[in-house]
């Protein structure tokens, strides 16, 4: 029987590819609104992130999100993702 193949994805962070249930996903919804999906099934638009603030500051610095969305993003949904991002950490470390 053959191993079943584990779904990779790419970080808009570091680039790096890491199978798909170790990163977040990030949607930009049908009504343009932008946030973590931690289902990875929410409607609209993907791109993921890891679990490491860091990888989201690589993503803002270079402008990822909003190339992969095509639309501008606001520091507000930054903070917003942030915000969201630190509370995911603090769960996980728990």
């Known amino acids: 029987m ?3 193949k584990v779904p ?3 970080c808009v962070g570091c680039g790096e590819m890491k199978p798909k249930r170790t990163l977040i996903r990030v949607v930009k919804q049908p009504d343009d609104t932008i946030c973590l999906d931690a289902t990875g099934k929410k409607a609209g638009r ?3 992130l890891c679990c ?3 990888c989201l500051e690589q993503a803002k610095k270079a402008r990822r999100l909003e190339k992969a969305f095509s639309c ?3 520091g507000a949904v930054y ?3 942030r915000q969201q991002l630190s509370e995911t950490e603090a ?3 728990a």
Do not use: F, N, T, W
């Open 91 to 93: 769960v996980a470390d």
């Open 8 to 10: 990779l994805r790419m």
């Open 46 to 48: 993907g791109a993921y």
């Open 2 to 4: 053959k191993p079943k």
């Open 79 to 81: 903070e917003s993702l």
């Open 52 to 54: 490491a603030m860091a």
């Open 72 to 74: 501008q993003i606001s």
